[in-house]
C-alpha cells in the first residue's frame, strides 16, 4: 500500500467514524448523565475505551461475522432494550452505590458500543484494506471523537432533560436499521428488486441465482424501509415516556399518602 492510498484509506476512516459514531457517542451519553461529574468523565473514558479495544478486536473479525446469520437482527434486538433500560432508568437511585453504578456504566457503555459499532466496523474493514496499520490508527482516532461528542451529549441532556428521548430514539432507530440490514431478515419483510438484493448481500446481480434468498412474506415495497426503523423508535419513546410517567404518578400518590 502506499503512501498516497494510506493517506487516503485513513480519512475515509476518520470520516466513516465521524458519521457512524454519533449513535455511540449518544448511549456513552445516556449511561453516564446520572453519575457525579467526576465519575462520568471516568466511565466516559474507560467505557470508552474498553469499547474501542472491542471494536479492533470486531473489526479484524468482521469478515467471519458476515458470515452469521440473523447477526444484525439479534443486535437489534438488543438495541431496543439498550434503549428502554436507559430511558427508564432511575434518576435517583440511591439503593446503589456510586461505584457500582460508574461500574454499570462502563459495562452498557461498552456492550451497547459493542453492539451499535457493527455498521461501522465493516466499513472501516472495508476502507483498511486488509492493512492492519491503517485499520488500527483510524480506530485510534475514534477515541477523542466519541469521548467529546459524548461529553456535549451529556450536557445537553442535562440542561434539556427532553433531549434524552432524542437519544433513545436514535438507539431505537439504530436497532429498526440493524434489522433492515440483515439479509436473512430484511428479504423476509421487503419486497427487493434485484439491485437491493445485490447491495444487501455484497454480490453482483448476475451471482444472485447462487444464492438462497428468502422469498418475502410481508412484501412491504423498497421504498417503505423507512417503516420499521420508524415503529421501534415510537415503541421504545412511548413505552419509556409511558413508565416514567407511572412511575412519577406513584411517587406522588406516595408523597400525599405519608402526609
Known amino acids: 500500500m502506499g503512501v498516497q492510498e494510506f493517506i487516503t484509506g485513513l480519512i475515509t476512516i476518520c470520516v466513516v467514524n465521524l458519521v457512524l459514531s ?9 449511561a453516564s448523565r446520572n453519575l457525579p461529574v467526576k465519575q462520568r468523565k471516568l466511565a466516559i473514558f474507560w467505557g470508552s475505551a474498553g469499547a474501542i479495544i472491542l471494536r479492533v478486536i470486531l473489526t479484524i ?3 467471519m461475522l458476515l458470515k452469521i446469520p440473523y447477526l444484525q437482527t439479534v443486535g437489534g434486538l438488543l438495541l ?20 457500582s453504578n460508574m461500574i454499570t456504566a462502563i ?7 459493542l453492539i451499535m459499532s457493527l455498521d ?17 490508527i483510524g480506530l485510534a482516532i475514534s477515541i477523542p471523537i466519541i469521548i467529546v461528542g459524548s461529553q456535549l451529549l451529556v450536557w445537553l441532556m442535562n440542561k434539556f432533560p427532553p433531549f434524552v428521548y432524542i437519544g433513545a430514539g436514535l438507539i431505537a432507530w439504530t436497532a429498526g436499521e440493524m434489522i433492515n440490514g440483515d439479509k436473512k431478515i430484511a428479504p423476509l419483510i421487503y419486497n427487493f428488486d434485484h439491485e437491493k438484493l445485490a447491495e444487501l448481500y455484497k454480490v453482483g446481480v448476475e451471482e444472485l441465482g447462487s444464492i438462497n434468498i428468502p422469498h418475502s412474506i410481508l412484501n412491504v415495497p423498497e421504498s417503505l424501509e423507512w417503516i420499521l426503523p420508524a415503529i421501534i423508535t415510537v415503541f ?4 419509556g415516556w409511558r413508565v416514567k410517567s407511572r412511575r412519577k404518578a406513584g411517587e406522588v400518590a406516595e408523597s400525599s399518602a405519608t402526609k
Open 22 to 30: 454519533g449513535d455511540n457517542a449518544v448511549v456513552i451519553a445516556l
Open 61 to 63: 473479525v468482521a469478515v
Open 80 to 99: 431496543i432494550w439498550i434503549g428502554i433500560k436507559l430511558l427508564v432508568e432511575e434518576e435517583d437511585e440511591d439503593e446503589m452505590e456510586a461505584s
Open 107 to 113: 459495562k452498557t457503555i461498552i456492550i451497547a458500543d
Open 120 to 136: 461501522n466496523v465493516l466499513a472501516v474493514a472495508a476502507a483498511s484494506k486488509g492493512n492492519y496499520t491503517l485499520l488500527i
Open 236 to 239: 421504545v419513546c412511548f413505552y
